[in-house]
């Protein structure tokens, strides 16, 4: 079956049959979508027989149509037959339905020509049900349902003896059609391909049926009868004659010629009466012979009917009926279908149902079928699991999360209540032992596949069987009550109860399924020991199994408006272990109005089989799985198709509810939120209710529209039959889109989200192809109208369509897992009345971290290349004006590399978004489920440009400015050089002409004399320092200005020199302050001590900052202090539940200024100090006194120099590169390690290491000063990762980097013509200018009195930089690993702090700090959210921490006030209202805040103490959460698997 039901290429294109043996599958095609013309079918030869328009006829035109009237055509009884023969049994009896639906008459005989056997179609024709209103129930509009195999019918043959004239097929048909609707239910020789020969169907004995409506002007028989149909002649099958002859009640033999003997007839033992039916006008027709065997057989003459010259086939037809009806009405002979098994036996024919298999499964299904005589107390003793109990389960789950009857209790105590009755329902229903009834239910489906098959069938067949007899009679104790409803209250009350029965007495198979799923969700509920849970674990994949053979699964329980999420999320689990490993499947769902053929529309599309009998309205969800065959898999790109069909809206059952809006709401944006494609069905003549539906439908769109879900929808009007409606009704359409749009502002307005103006807001959708029109399913009066070929045709091409978006979705399906995680999280979210702000789903979740950590790598990468960018261009600011350049002026050079700057991050801004774009272009990853969160990271991108700008900017205008300062300070030195050399070389020549032999001290003695001589005779330069404290003053008053007259006044009462000298302690001054402090202490935070704790932070950012400063060494510049400014008015802004008063943020910044420019002015007089020009002269004296010495001796100082100038010049500016080089390359090793990839994974590691330290200390600073314990645990970590051998590759690198560019300098240096050594450095620091920093002060000895071969030097110096390599790479080696994170000149702990602090924003209630992956973003969220209590927020008057949670506090109707409010109470329900950048989703499950429940249990005094409060009243199952269960939840709530 499964094979038939697979979407294939045949399935969905309109190619031709080109060879017979494409016929079967043509057939079967229309047939499973139920078009009256299956039957048609016939191949199309290559060589078209058409005639070309006006072109002449050749000899070979004429010998090509001769030949193709031989062609080897087939006719459809051939196709019918085979079918059959090739089919199991379950395909047989969907074959069977189908044919009948369709009006068609089915096998009751199946002969095989190679065994010469015939088989009684019993179990094909098992699934057929018909009704029909016989003339006596017609005054009472009452009607007869039932199975036609079970139904008590008189049967009428018809078969042919020799030849016949007459078509008796033919005239069958037009026995059973009135003169308005003729239909061929036998196929005949003047149907298409009717006259070909048959060649397998000789001995197919055909049954069909009239059925009356009970309309005598139309009913051509006044009671139901079975007709029968034998083809070919009787002599060669006399089995089926005699068969027929035996269980008919008439038996009409159809001749042209009859031998006077024929002994076949009268040899025959009949209970039938015999009718002859002979053409008069046949040239064989013997009236003797008639009239003999009219005698022999005792035939009156109203049992022989002549076709006459003058009678037309109307009137043979007439007198045919009369015959008929006469026979229906007296015959006494009536039969069951299921009787003639045993006239079957004695003739040998086989039974269908013969089988082991499905024998085997009856006598399982009628075991559990024949005890159900109530079927309401059935119910209770055998499914006990699903009645009361589970329901109740349903009702605790949602008041879980919608807190409607909390009342004044807590909710965490309440919620904690709510969970022990769940427990408590649980252990209620472990109590029950398994009923008989489920014992032998889930053994029978244990059983080997076809056996299972047929006992599922056999239990539906069995179960409907009764279902249908008990709502018989309610139906009809319910129409005689209510004929008396006015009468008594007595009598309202005994109606009220047929009507609860009516809902009650269902009872089908997926009842059974229901209780097995109770079962292993109650059993999940016990320890993994139990032994009775490990006995239950195979059930869900029994179920995978048979959801894999083509069987539904219930996905929503319809009784209890629930689903059963463990239960349907391990049966999808197994399904995903049995099927190919990540299978992706699309999802195609109908949602419409109760009653308007929403199963039909999908069983005619897909041929599949959902319930639609009378009285049996599905209810709650069911899903199907249709297998893609390879051929379109690839168009497709997915492995299966999963069909949800639904309970109708608007169902009257529910509307007597108060919340049945609520319930179709919630089943709406259920099926909208899984599926790709969903079909709303619209049945035209209900305008009222199609509005009702579509603002349903639109709800459910716009809810998926804000979680990221984007699903296709189809407009299908039904019962629209005008072939010119889709133009006519184009105005209808416009006022569709018009009602849409109205619909779409009314659910905006009540989920908040008002900027959704119309429906193509919320999806995609064009009025033109949106739309469908369908018309009514019958062609004709019920129950003898087959399906109207149109509708067939129409589901068709709706069905092509589908499949076409399905091919031109830009989403990637989803794997079978991502299915049920979507299952899970909208669920959950539909428990909430607030539903978009409720969804949590881990896909999305998933989907959000793959986007931070792709736009992370792509941020770092733009990072890191403006890193490099800014600090070649400040090497070349700092060798500006030392080595030659292209602009003289510096003020001109800084411009044109602002210019540069510009021009890389313009470069780097467009690399950023295009890459982006290009990821949101993608189809795999769910990247279409973080769409909204698209503009975020844009703007992220643009505001990182800016951030990145300015950072750059400053750090080149500060270069300028100090490289400006060194200009006076270098002139000087070089004078001092200068001079120095000139009074070295007259020493040299005063001392060799006194020709006295001048020992090393004598030499010394006279150079200190030239020294101390020359130092006294200097002119010293002394750099007046700057009033760093004036400065940052100015700064800061400019600062203030904007605050107002206040906080200039409070400037002005204290100077900055006497502030920052004590540690800061913030204190309330004043009286009043006093007051507001003790009221606010009552019920909120500590405000004070918040304050300090925010002091504290900041205060520790300034002094990281400072201290990064004072260890560059440079020089103090104004920007410091503004950039001190600035970060503190950022994080006092981002605070939002203290409130900060102005004599707070002065006292803050007046503290932090006065520390900062007293440690500034020391970095400033110590940089004046380090570069000041007789300092470094006298620094050099040694080595200025060896090289006078040298000289003088005429030494050769080639060697020496070379190693001097390697290890005093080269090495330091090596080591620096380095250092400079190495902290961007420890960012990004570490930003591959999980802890530190994304803001999520960061924040899960910090609270995976609290718990496992179980330290309060830790757990205190955390929440308390966040920003300081996560700095402190990112520097931390960092120490504990890096080691020498990881840092080993990136130190190389760079050496050999800088080695190399050394190297290529002196070899550049070396060709250069002419020269000496001080033009040999000078061009090797020319070419190295743009990477290292050759020191003025190191360099200067090098450039006087060198007795030196430069080339010889040269040569030298390569072989001391290679030694110096190795010396730097031994030295590296040895180092520690804290000691070179210090010596970093980009401080990695410092960029993953600012990147993994975030915005830095904490949740206005607990203190959580937000995630949002975005630097802009305009939702701030974090996945824990924690206790009130451990925020200090505590209980009025008692002082009791509290224990209520964020996540159920925004669904309760409890109230808040803070500073926020001012003061005034505000519900939590309405909490965006204060706080719209603010999005607190609820926990997808109650157990996702374990982890801080589990902390507060476990500190709960330490807490309290601290917070000088009581401890917290825990409810009793917080502390039964153990360690482990903490950090489960935490694994959930971060989706870390």
Not at 308 to 322: C, G, I, P, Y
Not at 838 to 862: G, I
Not at 967 to 989: C, M, S
């Amino acid at each position: 079956m499964s094979t038939i039901l697979q979407i294939d290429e045949k399935t969905i294109t309109d190619e031709r049959t080109k060879c017979n043996s494409d016929l079967p599958w043509y057939f079967l095609k229309k047939l499973m979508m139920v078009n009256v013309k299956a039957r048609n079918v016939k191949f199309t030869c290559e060589s078209s027989c058409d005639a070309a328009a006006g072109g002449s006829v050749s000899d070979s035109d004429i010998d090509d149509l001769l030949d193709s009237l031989d062609t080897d055509n087939i006719n459809p009884l051939d196709i019918i037959t085979a079918l059959f023969l090739c089919s199991d049994g379950f395909v047989r009896q969907e074959l069977a339905l189908k044919m009948s639906m369709c009006q068609f008459s089915v096998p009751l005989l199946l002969p095989n020509c190679d065994t010469k056997q015939c088989t009684l179609m019993l179990w094909a024709m098992r699934d057929i049900v018909k009704n029909c209103r016989p003339l006596s129930l017609s005054e009472s509009k009452g009607f007869i349902e039932d199975r036609i195999v079970v139904s008590k019918l008189p049967m009428v043959s018809f078969v042919r003896l020799g030849e016949c004239s007459l078509s008796k097929s033919e005239m069958l048909n037009k026995l059973l059609s009135n003169s308005q609707q003729y239909h061929d239910t036998f196929i005949h020789r003047n149907v298409e391909n009717g006259d070909f020969p048959r060649r397998i169907s000789n001995g197919l004995t055909e049954l069909s049926w009239y059925l009356p409506c009970g309309n005598n002007n139309m009913d051509i028989f006044s009671e139901p009868v079975a007709v029968a149909n034998l083809r070919g002649d009787i002599a060669s099958f006399e089995t089926q004659f005699s068969f027929l002859c035996q269980t008919s009640a008439a038996v009409f033999v159809f001749f042209d010629h009859l031998d006077s003997e024929c002994k076949l007839l009268t040899n025959q033992h009949h209970k039938a009466q015999i009718f002859l039916v002979v053409d008069h006008q046949s040239q064989h027709f013997s009236t003797d012979a008639l009239k003999k065997v009219a005698n022999k057989l005792y035939l009156t003459k109203s049992h022989i009917l002549l076709k006459t010259k003058q009678m037309n086939d109307a009137d043979f037809v007439k007198k045919l009926r009369e015959k008929v009806k006469n026979v229906v009405e007296n015959s006494e002979i009536k039969m069951q279908i299921e009787q003639m098994a045993d006239i079957a036996y004695e003739l040998g024919i086989w039974v269908d149902e013969d089988c082991q298999e499905c024998q085997t499964a009856k006598k399982h299904a009628d075991a559990i079928t024949s005890k159900i005589e109530n079927i309401l107390q059935y119910k209770g003793s055998q499914l006990p699991l699903q009645g009361e109990i589970w329901k109740e389960l349903t009702c605790l789950e949602k008041e879980e999360f919608r807190l409607k009857k909390l009342g004044s209790e807590n909710i965490e105590i309440y919620k904690s209540d709510l969970q022990k009755q769940k427990a408590k329902l649980r252990e209620q229903q472990n109590s029950y032992d398994m009923s008989n009834a489920m014992t032998c239910f889930i053994r029978a489906i244990s059983a080997p596949g076809t056996e299972r098959c047929y006992f599922l069938k056999w239990m539906r067949m069995n179960l409907d069987n009764l279902s249908r007899e008990k709502l018989s009679i309610l139906r009809e104790a319910y129409k005689n009550k209510n004929k008396n409803k006015n009468k008594s209250s007595e009598n309202k009350e005994e109606i009220r109860e047929i009507d609860r029965q009516l809902s009650n007495s269902s009872l089908g198979i997926e009842h059974f399924f229901r209780e097995m799923g109770q079962i292993y969700e109650a059993s999940v509920s016990l320890a993994e020991t139990y032994l009775s849970r490990q006995q239950l674990q195979h059930l869900p994949k029994l179920c995978a199994e048979l959801l894999l053979d083509g069987f539904p699964l219930e996905l929503v329980d319809g009784d209890a408006s629930n689903i059963p999420l463990r239960w349907v999320s391990d049966v999808l689990s197994q399904l995903n272990d049995l099927v190919t490993p990540k299978s992706k499947i699309l999802v195609v769902t109908v949602l419409g109005v109760q009653s308007t053929g929403k199963s039909t529309l999908l069983n005619t599309m897909f041929g599949v089989q959902f319930a639609v009998s009378s009285g049996r309205c599905t209810r709650g969800a069911f899903m199907l799985l249709i297998k893609v065959n390879e051929d379109i898999k690839k168009e497709l790109k997915c492995d299966f198709i999963i069909i949800i069909d639904t309970e109708g809206l608007k169902s009257p059952e529910l509307a007597k509810l108060d919340n049945s809006y609520e319930h179709d709401n919630e089943l709406a944006t259920l099926v909208v939120g899984l599926s790709d494609i969903t079909i709303i069905n619209i049945a035209m003549e209900n305008s009222t209710e199609m509005k009702d539906i579509l603002q349903i439908v639109v709800h459910a769109f716009l809810r998926m529209k804000e979680v990221g879900k984007k699903p296709k929808c189809q407009f299908v009007h039904q019962n629209v039959a005008d072939v010119s409606a889709p133009e006519k009704n184009l105005r209808e359409r416009e006022m569709l889109l018009q009602q849409l749009n109205e619909m779409t502002q009314a659910a905006a307005k009540m989920e908040n989200k008002v900027q959704n103006k119309s429906f193509t807001d919320v999806m995609e959708y064009n009025p033109d192809t949106g739309n469908w029109y369908i018309p009514g399913l019958w062609n004709g009066v019920p129950p003898m109208a087959p399906v109207n070929a149109g509708y067939s045709e129409a589901v068709y091409e709706l069905k092509k369509n589908i499949i076409k978006v399905l091919e031109n979705c830009e989403t990637s399906a989803n794997d079978i897992l991502a299915f049920t995680e979507w299952i899970t999280s909208l669920w959950n979210a539909v428990k909430h009345e607030n539903f978009i702000f409720s969804f949590r789903n881990s896909l999305v979740a998933d989907a959000y971290m793959r986007l931070c950590t792709e736009f992370n790598k792509w941020e770092w990468e733009f990072k890191k290349e403006m890193y490099s960018w800014t600090k070649t261009a400040e090497t070349k600011i700092s060798n500006f004006g030392r080595v030659k350049s292209k602009v003289s002026d510096i003020g001109q050079f800084l411009t044109d590399l602002k210019s540069e700057a510009c021009s890389e991050l313009s470069k780097w801004e467009k690399t950023l978004l295009d890459n982006l774009a290009k990821y949101f272009k993608q189809t795999d990853g769910h990247v279409y489920l973080v769409e909204a969160y698209r503009e975020d990271f844009a703007n992220s991108a643009k505001s990182l440009r800016k951030e990145m700008e300015s950072s750059v900017h400053n750090q080149l205008t500060v270069a300028t400015d100090v490289r400006r300062g060194m200009t006076e300070l270098d002139r000087i030195k070089v004078n001092h050089t200068k001079e120095l050399q000139e009074r070295v070389r007259a020493l040299i020549e005063e001392c060799r002409k006194n020709k006295v032999n001048m020992t090393d001290k004598k030499l010394d003695q006279e150079f200190d004399k030239m020294w101390n001589k020359m130092v006294k005779e200097q002119v010293l330069y002394k750099q007046e320092a700057t009033d760093v404290m004036a400065s940052v003053s100015y700064y800061l008053k400019r600062n203030l200005d904007r605050k107002g007259s206040l906080a200039c006044e409070l400037l002005s009462k204290k100077k900055l020199q006497d502030c920052g000298l004590t540690p800061f302690k913030y204190s309330v001054e004043g009286f009043l302050n006093n007051v507001k402090h003790k009221v606010s202490k009552f019920f909120f935070k500590d405000h004070v001590k918040a304050l300090q704790n925010i002091a504290e932070d900041v205060i520790m950012d300034y002094k990281q900052f400072v201290k990064e400063k004072v260890e560059s060494k440079n020089n103090y510049h104004d920007t410091f202090i503004q950039e001190i400014l600035h970060r503190i008015d950022e994080r006092l802004k981002n605070i939002q539940d203290v409130k900060k008063d102005i004599v707070f943020e002065v006292s803050l910044k007046q503290h932090i200024c006065g520390a900062a420019a007293r440690e500034f002015q020391k970095m400033h007089e110590d940089f004046i100090q380090m570069n000041d020009p007789y300092r470094c002269l006298n620094q050099n004296k040694g080595r200025f006194r060896v090289n006078f010495k040298d000289e003088f001796s005429e030494r050769d100082q080639c060697q020496k120099k070379a190693a001097e100038f390697t290890e005093s010049c080269l090495r330091p500016a090596v080591e620096h590169f380095v250092n400079c080089s190495l902290g961007p390359d420890i960012i990004g090793e570490l930003k591959t390690r999980f802890q530190f990839s994304t803001r999520m994974f960061f924040q899960y590691s910090v609270l995976l290491d609290l718990l496992s330290k179980d330290n309060f200390e830790d757990y205190l600073t955390y929440i308390v000063s966040y920003e300081r314990y996560v700095r402190k645990w990112i520097l931390d970590e960092m120490l504990k990762l890096l080691s020498n051998e990881s840092l080993s590759k990136f130190e190389d690198q760079h050496l050999r980097s800088s080695i190399n560019s050394i190297n290529d300098a002196i070899r550049k240096a070396q060709a250069q013509e002419g020269g000496n050594l001080q033009k040999l450095i000078e061009d090797i620091r020319q070419e190295l200018g743009d990477k290292l920093v050759i020191s003025e002060d190191a360099l200067s000895p090098f450039m006087i009195l060198n007795n030196v071969n430069h080339e010889q030097f040269a040569q030298l110096l390569t072989v001391f930089v290679k030694d110096m390599a190795e010396a730097v790479r031994e030295q590296f080696k040895k180092t520690d690993i804290k000691k070179k994170v210090e010596n970093l000149d980009v401080k990695p702990q410092n960029e993953l702090f600012k990147k993994l602090i975030g915005c830095g924003k904490q949740c206005p209630f607990c203190k959580a700090p937000c995630e949002a992956g975005a630097k802009e973003h305009k939702e701030h969220f974090t996945s824990v959210h924690r206790p009130e209590g451990l925020g200090r927020f505590r209980w009025d008057g008692t002082e009791k921490l509290l224990i209520d949670i964020c996540t159920s506090l925004v669904n309760s109707d409890c109230r808040f006030r803070n500073n926020a409010t001012k003061g005034e109470w505000h519900p939590y329900k309405e909490y965006t209202k204060i706080f719209p950048d603010w999005r607190i989703a609820s926990d997808k499950s109650l157990q996702d805040s374990d982890y801080w429940k589990y902390v507060l249990n476990r500190f709960n005094s330490k807490f309290a103490e601290e917070y000088n409060a009581k401890p917290a009243d825990i409810p009793d199952t917080w502390e039964d959460i153990t360690k482990q269960q903490a950090e489960e939840s935490l694994k959930r709530s971060f989706n870390v698997k």
